[in-house]
C-alpha cells in the first residue's frame, strides 16, 4: 500500500508536534515537507526529521507528490489556505478553528465539496 505523503503547513507549536507525531506514530503516513513563513523554524523541523523545508507554502501545494496537507499556520490564514490545498486537489486536515466567520467556513465546505478531496478538522 502507498504512504499517503503529507506536507504541513505551519512550524511553530502545532505544527512541531504534528510533525513528530506524523513521523514517529503514523503508520501509512509519509511525513514530505514542512513550511513556514520564518524560515529558519522550518528548517529546524526539516533538519530534525529529514524532510523539505520551505519558507512559501505554495510550494508544498505545487508538488505533485504530496497528497495531502495538515494546516498548522496561523488562525486567519486557515480558510484562505484550506481553499488553495483544495482547488490544488490535496486532502486537507486543518487545526481549528478553521475561521472565525461563518461565511468564510461555508466559503472552505464548497471549495471541498467542489473539489473531491477530504478535509478533516481537528475535534
Not at 17 to 26: I, Y
Not at 61 to 90: M, Q, W, Y
Not at 111 to 121: C, D, L, Q, T
Amino acid at each position: 500500500m502507498k504512504a499517503l505523503r503529507i506536507g504541513i503547513i505551519g512550524a511553530g507549536r502545532i505544527g512541531r508536534l504534528h510533525a513528530n507525531n506524523l513521523k514517529s506514530r503514523v503508520p501509512g503516513a509519509e511525513l514530505v515537507a514542512i513550511s513556514d513563513v520564518y524560515a529558519p523554524a522550518a528548517k529546524e523541523v526539516a533538519a530534525s526529521l529529514g524532510i523539505s523545508a520551505y519558507s512559501d507554502y505554495h510550494d508544498i501545494l505545487s508538488d505533485p507528490a504530496v497528497d495531502a496537507v495538515f494546516i498548522c499556520s496561523s488562525t486567519d490564514t486557515h480558510s484562505p489556505i484550506s481553499i488553495e490545498a483544495a482547488r490544488a486537489g490535496k486532502h486537507i486536515f486543518c487545526e481549528k478553528p478553521i475561521d472565525h466567520d461563518l461565511d468564510k467556513i461555508k466559503a472552505v465546505i464548497e471549495a471541498v465539496k467542489a473539489s473531491g478531496v477530504k478535509e478533516i478538522p481537528r475535534n
